[in-house]
């Protein structure tokens, strides 16, 4: 008596994949696969790519992996940093090939795991032939293991605002924490404050603003030069929106804030921000962000990303929390592997680094810009 035969489905079959370099400025595949990936955000866009490009100009090694048939089945942007001189930023501060610098989100995406593994993989060959470090900042938290070389470090957490496919159906927490956000941004148009797209006439007073929170917070600002290539990228290949509140009317008007938002995938990443902080009392930044996330969700956008929170840092976290967000914790990916806590991109917490942090409260704001130029020509 023969014994029935199982049905069972074929095993898929192997797809042979190939990774080469190419330039995503030019390569339209590019744009097309980070449009439609699911973890794909503004910082994989060439745009961003080109950004980045203008504000330092270092060499990239974007690579795009493809299967026989000639279809992107992954992409991976790659830009290598000069690294601080004597190792003073601690030795995450040496020479690497990242994803991306300055950049808080830019790993790699891929259609499945064999894509991804296959550009982690040019990525370490790459980075050893270097002879500098392989730095990685993926979206997902799944690449854990594809190649054994790389080694994954927990990092800070970014908080998500799922946005509903029904824009009439937005709301910012429970009924309660929802009312309380809106009367705050009624608060601010009460006492005259106005949300409006801003230009490039308005960044010189908007830069002084950034520079202060930069100050506040203890880290270094990114030149003047950045957010003027993103404008005009804003306005040439709607990399995003500069979005200004002002206060008061006719000459006496003035930028009391603003924020820069980077889009053209599912999320909208709150980017920089500036706020003159006399003026906090009259929510300026709660308006710039009630503006801001209405419009993505009626743009059809999926997510609102508002960013990392560096650890220990209650009040931030407790700011983007009221916003119904939810935390979502990241990793890192280096090669060689690092076995360190890391608190901030390039640098990790030594005695001398929380010193240097602590003086830097006490610069004057042209300092601060000229010495964040000079940081991030490294970094």
């Not at 000639?70 to 942007?77: D, Q």
Request: proline content about 8%; some cysteine; aromatic content about 6%.
């Amino acid at each position: 008596m023969s014994t029935p035969r199982l049905d069972r489905p074929p095993p898929a079959p192997v797809r042979r994949l190939t990774v080469r370099e190419v330039d995503p400025t030019t390569d339209r595949r590019w744009d097309a696969f980070v449009a439609v990936d699911p973890h794909g955000m503004a910082f994989h866009r060439s745009a961003w790519i080109r950004v980045l490009a203008r504000e330092y100009d270092q060499p990239g090694t974007h690579l795009l992996c493809e299967d026989d048939q000639g279809r992107v089945t992954g992409v991976l942007p790659l830009v290598r940093t000069r690294g601080v001189p004597f190792r003073l930023a601690g030795h995450l501060g040496a020479a690497r090939l990242s994803s991306l610098p300055r950049t808080p989100l830019a790993g790699p995406l891929a259609d499945g795991p064999d894509a991804a593994a296959a550009l982690l993989r040019a990525a370490v060959d790459r980075a050893r032939a270097d002879g500098v470090r392989l730095q990685l900042k993926p979206v997902a938290d799944d690449l854990d293991g594809l190649v054994p070389e790389l080694g994954g470090v927990d990092w800070r957490r970014t908080y998500v605002i799922d946005l509903p496919e029904d824009p009439t159906a937005l709301r910012f927490g429970n009924p309660r924490h929802h009312g309380r956000i809106r009367r705050m941004v009624h608060k601010a148009e009460r006492e005259g404050v106005r949300v409006r797209a801003g230009t490039l006439a308005d960044l010189d007073a908007w830069y002084l603003l950034y520079l202060d929170a930069m100050r506040l917070h203890r880290l270094p600002a990114r030149p003047k030069r950045l957010f003027a290539t993103m404008i005009h990228a804003n306005d040439a290949e709607a990399l995003g929106s500069f979005t200004v509140a002002e206060l008061g009317t006719g000459a006496g008007r003035r930028i009391v804030a603003g924020v820069f938002h980077l889009t053209g995938t599912r999320t909208c990443s709150y980017a920089f921000t500036g706020l003159d902080r006399t003026t906090v009392m009259l929510r300026p930044v709660d308006a710039l962000l009630w503006d801001a996330i209405h419009h993505a969700c009626a743009e059809g956008l999926r997510r609102y990303d508002l960013g990392e929170v560096p650890a220990g840092d209650t009040s931030l976290a407790a700011f983007k929390l009221k916003w119904g967000s939810h935390p979502e914790p990241l990793r890192r990916l280096y090669w060689p592997p690092v076995h360190v806590d890391v608190d901030a991109e390039g640098d990790d917490p030594t005695r001398r680094s929380r010193l240097s942090r602590a003086a830097w409260q006490h610069l004057p704001l042209r300092a601060t810009a000229a010495a964040g130029r000079l940081a991030y020509h490294f970094l």
